[in-house]
């Protein structure tokens, strides 16, 4: 065989082998950045499920509840469910013939912190001559969101 022959065979096959490793390159290439797109919105999902769960621990929730203790004894249970401290802890009465008196209300609010899981009791005044059975009562508080928040919540006896 001719040595101008096998060198053109050679260089032939070389071509396409070079072809080859070229077109491999660049599939490998594209899935490799299809999979760092991928990857990115992963971790950018990652962090804002972080952040708002670093957002929800610093939340208090503050809320109320009326109970009977005993046969007559009806009190207001403020109470924080939430993950953080409720600070400066404050109800307004909204009803003219409420459960509350106002003296009652102010010998225990307001609550400078009000820890998860705790509440305050306030005696409630329940007698079958009140023409109502519910009422809302107004809570207000700050907490590490460094945001005031309000909640009108309905007690129901």
Same mark, same amino acid.
């Given at each position: 065989?001719?040595?101008?022959?096998?060198? $053109?065979? $050679?260089? %032939?096959?070389?071509?396409?082998?070079?072809?080859?490793?070229?077109?491999?390159?660049?599939?490998?290439?594209?899935?490799?950045? @299809?999979?760092?797109?991928?990857?990115?919105?992963?971790? @950018?999902?990652?962090?804002?499920? #972080? @952040?708002?769960?670093? +957002?929800?621990?610093?939340?208090?929730?503050?809320?109320?509840?009326?109970?009977?203790?005993?046969k007559n004894d009806w009190r207001l249970k403020?109470?924080? @469910?939430?993950? +953080?401290? +409720?600070?400066?802890?404050?109800? #307004?009465?909204?009803?003219?013939?409420?459960?509350?008196? $106002?003296?009652?209300?102010?010998?225990?609010?307001?609550?400078? %912190?009000?820890?998860?899981?705790?509440?305050?009791?306030?005696?409630?005044?329940?007698?079958?001559?009140?023409?109502?059975?519910? #009422?809302?009562?107004?809570?207000?508080?700050?907490?590490?969101? #460094?945001?005031?928040k309000q909640k009108t919540v309905t007690v129901t006896l």
């Amino acid at each position: 065989m001719n040595i101008d022959l096998i060198m $053109a065979i $050679a260089s %032939t096959v070389a071509v396409f082998i070079s072809l080859a490793a070229y077109l491999h390159s660049r599939r490998t290439s594209s899935e490799q950045n @299809r999979l760092t797109v991928r990857e990115t919105e992963y971790v @950018r999902l990652m962090i804002d499920r #972080e @952040r708002r769960e670093h +957002a929800k621990s610093l939340e208090a929730d503050v809320s109320a509840r009326l109970t009977k203790e005993g046969k007559n004894d009806w009190r207001l249970k403020i109470y924080n @469910r939430g993950p +953080a401290p +409720a600070h400066n802890v404050k109800m #307004e009465i909204l009803h003219q013939n409420s459960f509350f008196e $106002a003296d009652w209300v102010d010998e225990k609010l307001p609550v400078a %912190t009000l820890e998860p899981q705790h509440t305050v009791s306030i005696h409630a005044f329940v007698h079958s001559g009140k023409n109502h059975s519910q #009422e809302d009562v107004k809570l207000f508080w700050s907490d590490g969101s #460094e945001m005031e928040k309000q909640k009108t919540v309905t007690v129901t006896l």
